[in-house]
């Protein structure tokens, strides 16, 4: 299967911008969803788990989900920093593979 | 502190064997965790290549399957990376990383810092 996102996203600081990860064939329900953030010249880290969980320290301003209807997952930023400027990467299974989304570069202006 | 290191050859012949090592520290590897291999290049993006868990238990991509060995040493807290008949498509940054959970789909929740890999004669 195939997780697509957005090229690219840009939103002004303080506001919300949401990304969109859809996926091309089996339920988006069914396996679990990670989003990673991934800054220029740095390894990725987990923003998002297991849809909607939150790992210890990233803040409250992202959040994520899942809709069946559309087959897709979303990542939420809210009240954005200069400093979530970033590429943000989806990722989700099958039996056999683990697969990651093309990736999406948010420009915070 | 988990902290992983990838270490191995920064360039590679084709056809030739690209092996990695991945040592962790701040956490023993026969903990309850999946140790994986993932690359990234401009043209591919994140893959997933394959996991190992301290039992010798393993999962690979399908598309590397034929290509790939993931091995670990526990008696050195490492684990390695072996693919075999290299072209410049392979040439990536290769990062281990290790799954937060011992069940299949568990997020990748510490990364190594990535070592870059070129295929060229």
């Known amino acids: 299967f195939i997780l697509t996102q957005p090229h690219s996203v840009s939103e002004s600081p303080g506001k919300t911008v949401t990304i969109s990860c859809t996926r091309s064939?089996?339920?988006?329900?069914?396996?679990?969803v990670q989003w990673y953030q991934q800054r220029p010249g740095s390894s990725p880290t987990t923003v998002i788990y297991e849809d909607d969980q939150r790992l210890s320290g990233v803040p409250d301003r992202f959040s994520g989900s899942i809709d069946t209807s559309s087959n897709s997952a979303s990542l939420t930023i809210s009240g954005l920093k200069t400093e979530d400027e970033a590429d943000y990467y989806c990722?989700?299974?099958?039996?056999?593979?683990?697969?990651f989304g093309g990736g999406t570069k948010l420009t915070v202006l | 502190q988990v902290h992983l290191q990838e270490s191995g050859p920064g360039l590679v012949k084709p056809s030739g064997t690209l092996s990695l090592t991945c040592a962790v520290s701040g956490v023993s590897i026969s903990s309850r965790n999946w140790w994986s291999w993932v690359r990234q290049s401009p043209g591919r993006g994140l893959e997933w290549i394959g996991e190992?868990?301290?039992?010798?238990?393993?999962n690979y991509n399908p598309s590397f399957k034929s290509r790939v060995t993931v091995s670990v040493d526990k008696s050195t807290n490492q684990f390695s990376l072996n693919l075999t008949s290299v072209t410049a498509a392979d040439t990536a940054l290769y990062y281990c990383?290790?799954?937060?959970?011992?069940?299949?789909?568990?997020?990748?929740?510490?990364w190594g810092q990535g070592a870059l890999v070129t295929v060229s004669s």
């Open positions: 990722q989700s299974y099958d039996t056999t593979n683990k697969v």
């Open positions: 190992i868990y301290h039992t010798g238990s393993l």
């Open positions: 990383a290790r799954a937060r959970n011992d069940w299949y789909g568990g997020t990748f929740d510490y």
């Open positions: 064939s089996g339920s988006i329900g069914d396996n679990y």
